[in-house]
């Protein structure tokens, strides 16, 4: 029960493969309660009435980069819940290039910034509205997930590499800022490939997928382990760890290369 009587805000379950919906299941298991939230249209497409049943919860509506959206669902959140938050995932990635193969040299641009508002500058309004509206208590935890492409170039990632390295500033910036003001503490995960919607969205998924699996010493870490660790980042275990980009990936951030990665050139 390590969140017994926490409050907080899971973005971005679609269905029972997405991260948040992992993290939700083990938030609910350690004690916390929780609302859940997601685009209008993800409500109408995935399964998240089925989690929300199985958290005892209910799921408000939220277009992470409407202002509006946001403000509503921190007043209903607040209603809901009785109070003040202590924690936030932000679980939230969309790029329509991506989506759309359009290849790294040839963008298309308001769709680039629809990628970078959807995937980083909605961590920065959610952030931004709590502080506003005071809605996080004091040693609140605010968690985003990030991918190493952020750090190095994987081509197929595209436009979202930029969204990942804007995602991980605002981070630091909004981590100090927020440190100081509540005692906030706001990090990232940078997780290893997942099999997900947006996970195998992205072309030659399924290779870059096992050459990670082979690259890193523990293998990839899958999603309910990554769900683990949120919930260590929300726990009070976690209370000094800030602005920080945290690699939870098997290892493979620091793997110059693997014995099965040499064998397959032999
Ligand atoms: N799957 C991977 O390999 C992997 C690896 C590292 C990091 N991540 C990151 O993990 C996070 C969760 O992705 P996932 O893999 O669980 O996939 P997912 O497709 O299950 O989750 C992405 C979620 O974003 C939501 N979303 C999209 N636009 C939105 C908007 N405007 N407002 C609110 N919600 C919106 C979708 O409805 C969906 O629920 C993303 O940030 C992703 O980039 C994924």
Redesign the pocket.
């Known amino acids: 029960m390590l969140l017994k009587g926490k409050k907080g805000i899971i ?5 029972e ?4 919906w992992k993290v939700a299941e083990k938030c609910h298991e350690e004690g916390a309660n929780i609302i859940l939230t ?2 209008p249209i ?1 409500l109408r497409m ?1 399964k998240i009435n089925e989690l929300a049943e199985k958290c005892s919860t209910e799921v408000i509506p ?4 409407s202002l509006e959206d946001i403000e509503l669902l921190y007043d209903k959140t607040s209603e809901n819940l009785e109070g003040k938050i202590d924690f936030i995932l932000h ?4 790029s329509p290039n991506v989506r759309k193969n359009k290849e790294y040299g040839d963008l298309n641009y308001d769709w680039m910034i629809k990628a970078l508002d ?2 980083a500058i ?1 961590f920065h309004k959610m952030m931004q509205i709590a502080e506003k509206k005071g809605v996080l208590n004091d040693w609140s935890s605010i968690v985003g ?3 190493i492409a952020a750090q190095r170039t994987f081509p197929f990632y595209s436009d979202m590499a930029e969204a990942k390295s804007l995602l991980e500033s605002i981070t630091r910036s909004y981590g100090y800022r927020l440190g100081k003001k509540s005692k906030t503490r706001v990090n990232t995960i940078s ?4 099999i ?4 195998a969205g992205i072309e030659g998924f399924n290779a870059f997928y096992n050459y990670a699996e082979k690259m890193s010493p523990l293998g990839n870490a899958t999603a309910e382990e990554c769900a683990n660790y949120c919930v260590f980042l929300f726990s009070d275990m976690s209370k000094k760890i800030t602005m920080q980009n945290l690699f939870h990936d098997g290892g493979f951030s620091n793997t110059g290369i693997s014995e099965e990665i040499i064998d397959q050139f032999k």
Do not use: C, E, K, R
């Not at 997780?191 to 997942?194: D, V, W, Y």
């Not at 997900?196 to 996970?199: D, E, K, R, V």
């Open positions: 973005s971005g379950a679609l269905d493969n997405s991260i948040a997601n685009a993800a995935g939220a277009d992470l980069t679980s939230v990635g969309m959807v995937s909605s997930l990030s991918y997780q290893s490939p997942t997900t919607t947006a996970g």
